[in-house]
């Protein structure tokens, strides 16, 4: 039997990328043919990086990882998902909270769209891992080093400094 192609999209804001997301990207990048990180640019008001600087941060962490790439996307996802011929959104799940959150927006997608998304459940290290929390922790001058990877945490120091 011939296997189906399943080009997946991980789409989500990454205002920095964690260690929780790139878990996420590095199991589920094993269960699809090509994934494709994708950059929200309208979700949040004032992000801390520009969604050039999110697509740049991610690019050089896949750098190693075949059919895995990453860019920025306008508007709704759904939209974003049929023009990239995508079978498959993506997500994370950390808690109950995420459950309940998620689980609408799959079932919306899914009538409006037809479009199915794949739950990766966070491993239990970055259970408590935002990007809300790390942006937070780190304007207070706090240690966040174990939950994002050291090229993010560099960036983070220089941006975070004057906040
Ligand atoms: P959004 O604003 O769309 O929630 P995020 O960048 O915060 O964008 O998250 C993108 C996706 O990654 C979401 O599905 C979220 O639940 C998931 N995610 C975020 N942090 C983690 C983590 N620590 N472990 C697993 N999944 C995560």
Do not use: C, W
Not at 31 to 43: C, H, K, Q, T, V
């Amino acid at each position: 039997m011939n296997k189906k192609f399943i080009r997946a999209i991980f789409p989500g804001s990454f205002d920095p990328i964690t260690n929780g997301h790139l878990d996420v990207i590095e199991r589920g990048r094993k269960l699809f043919d090509e994934l494709i990180i994708a950059i929200g640019r309208s979700p949040i008001k004032n992000p801390l990086f520009s969604p050039e600087e999110r697509v740049e941060m991610i690019t050089e962490l896949i750098a190693n990882m075949p059919r895995v790439s990453a860019e920025s996307f306008d508007g709704l996802t759904v939209e974003y998902a049929k023009t990239k011929k995508a079978d498959v959104i993506l997500r994370g799940l950390r808690s109950l909270t995420d459950v309940q959150y998620e689980f609408k927006l799959a079932m919306t997608n899914r009538s409006v769209a037809g479009i199915e998304t794949v739950f990766i459940m966070t491993s239990a290290e970055y259970g408590f891992t935002s990007s809300t929390l790390i942006r937070e922790i780190a304007s207070l001058g706090g240690d966040i080093s174990n939950l994002i990877p050291q090229s993010i945490y560099n960036r983070l120091k220089k941006r975070t400094k004057g906040l």
